[in-house]
């Protein structure tokens, strides 16, 4: 009877190892849903994605509200969204999302059809077709020509792609775009040249007005709340590989131009390599992010509250 016993723990051990194994299984196999932005926002990305081992799940976008959407209705767990759009979301979920990392230093640029503008002050009385009213560049480019005192005249388009085209096909001689159109425009139209940086300029004004810290960051990668704490080692993983991807990027131009052409954030490696440098891919987390980005998300404020959700990201967005 004692082996009977004997015989049936065994047996019992036997048929539930499976289960165990596969519950460990199953919890060593989470994947991370992550979104992303086409374009610029999307770049940082690329090569852990290219070289996932199954431990993410891209969903790459076309449309800020997409992303909105997905990480609302949770959908996705992290996302590389517009440095405002990360706000609102913090804003509209009531503190659901975290900041993560800022992954691109600012991405605009004045083109113009000519060689007399040189700096800031050379934009007076001229007038500047751009793209993204109600949005970071309008409120950027309004706080250096206010800072600068110049008086200059914003013209807007509904998208970026038509301003170039209308820089391509010679029908303005000042735009405000982002990569990767700017490439585009120096590739189709070589009467085009970069007249500013709107990156350098904005670092200007702000030590000017005396938060040098700021930095004209144009993308941020959230987390949602309740997936950081309910997984904070994937998180960390996650976090880990970003960095390595951005560091992948910039040290290797066309590779990564090629991976980012693949996963469609740009459709053209061609344009990406020449883009790529212009988009200043970076990784600043932790207390260097929320000195970075706090007086970036003030001056939004104070410009239209509307473009952050109502208010600046108090000290909880960050997650350090």
Known sequence: MKNMFKILAVLLLVVSLPFVCTAE???EKTVVRVAALQGP?????????TENDGAYELSLVAAPAEVNALVISGQVDIASVPINVGAVLYNKTEGGVKALALTTRGMLYVLEKGDTIHSVQDLEGKTILYAGQGATPEY???YILSTFKVNATLETEAEHAAVASKAIEGLADVVLLPEPMVTNVLMKNPDFRVALDITEAFAVAAEMNGTADAQLSMSVVIVRKEFAEAHPELVEAF?????????YANENVAAAAQEIANLGIIAAAKVAEKALPS???VFVSGEDMQAQAAPLYEILFNANPASVGGKAPDDAYYLK
Request: aromatic fraction near 0%; proline fraction near 0%; charge should be negative.
């Open 41 to 49: 926002t999307g770049m940082s990305v690329a090569h852990m994605m």
């Open 140 to 142: 950027v480019t309004e």
């Open 239 to 247: 976090m880990k590989d970003l960095e390595a991807s951005i560091a």
């Open 25 to 27: 299984n199953t919890a």
């Open 279 to 281: 988009c200043r891919l």
